[in-house]
């Protein structure tokens, strides 16, 4: 079955303890990327990448890092989180041809 | 991309179809239409998209006009179920690089369906 799987659903953290999301698609698609969804913004992009070690700034990168050193894994890093980063997270693949597929979410807190 | 404008929200009675507009009048020739939907809060699902023919699957209809300036998503026969919130998304789906791996999205429609 073709699929995101994102990692952890929940997590509350404190301030300044850094953190990793992880994201893996199984359908070898080229193209990640990571949006956060808050209530009256809608989802906006944080990250993404084309490929293997090619990753480029979305709309909001500010206190994101992620890599992408396989194709099929590609993880968010909160070096040092901030309450303003509370917020539901999401993960997407897609290739050339095809529509984006969507992780179920992490709703992340930050204390 | 081009910019999507979507009524806020939408009710439909159970059984009876949905029709979901959305205005893209500054679409481009070789921008796509397509529309995903997101349930309570799960990641979005793609739902269908469209250059300028009508498209069906198993889920859902498009209609796009001539002119290509506006759209109508059509669920056939809505359920509860089907009560979320519906995006439309215009996007470049042929010219390469970092076009394919953003979508922008707007406010969408929040469609409730109702027995």
């Known amino acids: 079955e073709a699929q995101v799987t994102q990692n952890p659903r929940y997590l509350i953290t404190v301030t300044g303890k850094k953190l990793t999301v992880t994201c893996s698609q199984n359908?070898?698609?080229?193209?990640m990327s990571w949006y956060r969804q808050d209530p009256g913004l809608g989802l906006r992009q944080i990250y993404y990448?084309?490929?293997?070690?090619?990753?480029d700034k979305g709309d909001v990168p500010e206190g994101y890092k992620v890599s992408r050193k396989e194709k099929r894994n590609f993880p968010l890093i909160l070096e040092s989180p901030s309450p303003n980063q509370t917020s539901l997270y999401f993960c997407?693949?897609?290739?050339?041809?095809?529509?984006?597929?969507f992780g179920q979410g992490t709703r992340l807190t930050v204390v | 991309d081009a910019k999507t404008t979507q009524p806020p929200s939408m009710d439909c009675a159970e059984g009876r179809a949905a029709n979901l507009p959305c205005n893209h009048s500054?679409?481009?020739?070789?921008?796509?239409v397509y529309w995903y939907r997101q349930i309570h809060s799960q990641g979005p699902q793609y739902i269908i998209h469209g250059l300028k023919n009508n498209e069906t699957n198993e889920m859902a209809s498009l209609i796009i006009t001539e002119d290509r300036k506006s759209s109508t998503l059509i669920l056939p026969h809505a359920t509860l179920r089907d009560t979320a919130v519906y995006y439309c998304i215009v996007r470049v789906a042929n010219a390469g690089g970092t076009s394919y791996g953003k979508l922008t999205f707007g406010q969408g429609t929040i469609l409730t369906v109702h027995p």
């Open positions: 359908m070898n698609h080229e193209y």
């Open positions: 990448s084309m490929n293997v070690e090619v990753t």
């Open positions: 997407a693949s897609n290739d050339r041809t095809s529509e984006a597929f």
């Open positions: 500054t679409i481009s020739g070789n921008e796509y």
